[in-house]
């Protein structure tokens, strides 16, 4: 490769490299919806007073995604990310059966 092709290669390489991260930046992550596979089997809800109460007997409302260990949020923040659900937004006020308090 000559080197002003092996230039043009890494400029090009760059180039789209960062396309791809302000992409990646730029968009924002989608909510975890109480309908998908994985938020049925965890019996997530966006509100924690929705919670099958015959599934999770111990369960309590105080029980929120906002005081779990998991949240990535503040403790304010409408929605926030969760070590659980990577890239996808969970509600201040939900739950699901993998809460630990924090
Ligand atoms: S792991 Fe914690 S923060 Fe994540 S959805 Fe379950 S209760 Fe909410």
């Known amino acids: 490769m000559k080197p002003s092709s092996r230039r043009s290669?890494?400029?090009?390489?760059?180039a789209a490299g960062g396309?791809?991260?302000?992409?990646?930046a730029m968009a924002a992550p989608k909510r975890f919806?109480?309908?998908?596979?994985k938020a049925v089997s965890l019996g997530y809800k966006h509100d924690s007073a929705q919670v099958d109460k015959a599934r999770f007997p111990k369960h309590t409302p105080a029980e929120k995604c906002n005081n779990c260990m998991a949240w990535l949020g503040?403790?304010?923040?409408?929605?926030?990310?969760?070590?659980?659900t990577a890239d996808r937004l969970v509600?201040?006020?939900g739950w699901c059966s993998s809460y630990v308090k924090t």
């Not at 919806?33 to 596979?37: D, G, L, M, N």
């Open 33 to 37: 919806e109480e309908s998908e596979a």
């Open 9 to 14: 290669f890494v400029i090009h390489v760059a």
């Open 19 to 24: 396309a791809l991260a302000c992409g990646r």
């Open 91 to 93: 509600a201040n006020g």
């Open 74 to 84: 503040k403790p304010t923040d409408a929605w926030a990310e969760c070590d659980l």
